[in-house]
Structures are given as C-alpha cells and as structure tokens.
C-alpha cells in the first residue's frame, strides 16, 4: 500500500541519515543475497535445459531407431526387440552415444548386441543368403 512505502521510505532516510554505518551493512547484506538469489536462478536454468537437452536426444535417437525398423521392414517380434533394446539402453545410458542424431544404419547396428544384430542382418540379407547355393535347404 502507499502508506507502507511511504514508511519503508521514512525508515530508510532515517537509517541513512542516523545510522550510515548500518546503512552500508544493510546494503551489502542486500546485494550478497541478490547475488545467491542470480545464481541459484542460472544454475536450476542451467539444471533444467539439460534434462531438456537430454530428453531431446533420447526422443531423437528412438526417432533414428523407429525410421531404422521401418526402413528394414523388420517382422514385429523382430522390431520389437529392436526398440526394447534401445529403449533400455537409454534408460541406462545417456551419455555419448546419444551425440549422433542423424539416421545411420551402421552406427545403430554397431550399438545392438551382437546375437540382436546377427538376427537383424540375417533377416535383413535374406533375400541375397537365400540365392547362394550352399544354404539352400538350411536353416529357419
């Protein structure tokens, strides 16, 4: 209200003019909390766009992982695996490999486990082991 600010200014005035010694205190005291306040403020933005940084990363890469799938025509059970294993890998570890956003089939194959990606490939080629003579008849 105007009658506070009207008293908080009198007090002032009155603690500069009587007191200026305390005046300075109190105005130091003023700007060390001002300054704790800017840097909790920076690092909780600073904390928060990280996690955003984060989630974006994660949502880009399972975006990478879901084009992947699509792009092979994996058989569900198959594509299921796929995203079950990125999925929990993420979940583990968010750190460098999630640098890479941009869709490359040979960098999602090198991070699959290798009996995950030997299933990947061996459905992926089928078409090309199904033409050498040696495997006809062989095998599921």
């Known amino acids: 209200t105007p009658q506070e ?3 908080a200014m009198v007090m002032v005035r009155l603690l500069v003019k009587y007191f200026p010694s305390h005046a300075i205190t109190c105005c130091n005291k003023m700007l060390v909390g001002v300054s704790w306040y800017a840097y909790i403020v920076s690092s909780m933005s600073t904390i928060m766009s990280s996690f955003d940084a984060q989630n974006k990363a994660v949502r880009d890469k399972m975006l990478c992982v879901n084009e992947f799938v699509r792009a092979a025509k994996l058989p569900r059970e198959l594509s299921k695996q796929v995203r079950d294993f990125f999925d929990f ?3 583990k570890s968010q750190h460098a ?3 890479s956003t941009n869709y490359d089939v040979d960098e999602l194959l090198d991070e699959l486990g290798s009996g995950l990606r030997s299933e990947v490939l ?4 089928r078409a090309l082991i199904a033409k050498i003579p040696f495997f006809e008849g062989k095998g599921g």
């Open 97 to 99: 490999f999630l640098m």
């Open 89 to 91: 890998k993420l979940a």
């Open 5 to 7: 600010q009207i008293y």
């Open 122 to 125: 061996l459905y992926m080629d």
